[in-house]
């Protein structure tokens, strides 16, 4: 893995931009006496991927790295090709019935962290009346849609939404993240003037003593996660920085609903836009995913990212992708 080291020579202090090759061979490039800016250590990154590439070497891991190892990076690497090379053997027909599944057991799983009771055959029971549902609403006005139902349309309505910008590449801003959480809360009793806007409000999460920041304070530091997720994007492990951007910005809460449901869209936006596979939270591991988010909280950033690893290599590991082949029954 690449990673910035420093050495004295004649009492000045200097620092390099170095990967181990195989054996105690090293691979390194002068980034002089200040570690430069961004842009610049980017550029040499890319100037050391070259390098080595050109001995046989492929550099996993960029400097800003601190979890992911090159080891752990190589298994990751290992799951891309895995799902890749099942699709490339399903039928369009099956691939598409795959990719259903998949979604909906994210929309299951996802909506059941926070609360929800419907299971697997339920929400794909709701989802089938919610398309039948939406061509009605064109000529009359539906109601009484319980709100567990609501949520598992709006949330299948955001990867709609969510699939189209994958297909644009469109990068990650703010204007997503507030179209996607317009889409969340959108029909939803009480929360017409919540959807699509940073909360107007503090709010606290039962059982938990964590101050979040002040409403007023949310549209800064949303702007400063949005910042530091672009000079970090290229600079960091895909795993690791789509980790660290869930846990941020749980830990800024920006919404006054929604927030998780939204943090597990954008984590996936990022592991996507970087070809690493769609990962579901699964709902039997809630315990130990909200114990990531408390660390998180309390900027420690290491057991979600870890978590995360973990999860890829095993949801894109061959039994479990044979699994999600079958009809899933919840």
Request: net charge positive; glycine share 4%; proline share 3%.
């Amino acid at each position: 893995m690449s990673y910035i080291t420093k050495r004295k020579i004649k009492n000045k202090l200097y620092y390099y931009l170095e990967e181990s090759l195989s054996g105690k061979k090293k691979i390194s490039l002068s980034l002089g006496s200040d570690i430069p800016e961004l842009d610049i250590l980017y550029s040499k990154y890319m100037d050391l991927v070259n390098l080595c590439s050109k001995k046989g070497h492929k550099v996993l891991v960029p400097p800003y790295t601190e979890y992911i190892t090159h080891k752990w990076a190589e298994r990751l690497e290992v799951s891309k090709v895995s799902k890749k090379e099942m699709f490339g053997k399903l039928s369009i027909a099956d691939r598409k019935q795959f990719i259903e599944r998949e979604k909906i057991t994210f929309i299951t799983d996802s909506n059941a962290i926070e609360g929800s009771t419907l299971n697997y055959d339920q929400t794909l029971n709701v989802l089938s009346e919610g398309r039948r549902l939406e061509k009605l609403s064109k000529k009359y006005l539906v109601t009484n849609i319980q709100k567990e139902e609501q949520e598992a349309i709006n949330l299948n309505r955001a990867l709609d939404l969510y699939d189209l910008l994958q297909k644009k590449k469109v990068g990650l801003s703010e204007k997503i993240i507030l179209n996607l959480h317009l889409i969340l809360l959108s029909n939803i009793g009480g929360y017409d003037k919540y959807k699509g806007v940073y909360r107007p409000v503090d709010v606290y999460v039962v059982g938990s003593s964590f101050e979040f920041p002040r409403y007023y304070q949310v549209p800064y530091l949303m702007k400063e996660l949005i910042d530091w997720y672009e000079a970090n994007k290229n600079l960091v492990h895909p795993i690791e920085l789509a980790a660290k951007f869930h846990t941020k910005f749980t830990t800024i809460h920006p919404f006054a609903d929604g927030n998780g449901r939204i943090a597990r869209l954008l984590m996936n936006y990022i592991l996507q836009m970087n070809n690493f596979p769609f990962t579901n939270i699964p709902l039997k591991k809630r315990k130990k995913y909200m114990k990531t988010q408390a660390d998180g909280n309390k900027n420690v950033y290491k057991s979600f990212s870890l978590f995360l690893k973990d999860e890829v290599i095993l949801q894109n590991s061959i039994r479990e992708l044979e699994k999600l082949k079958v009809k899933k029954r919840g």
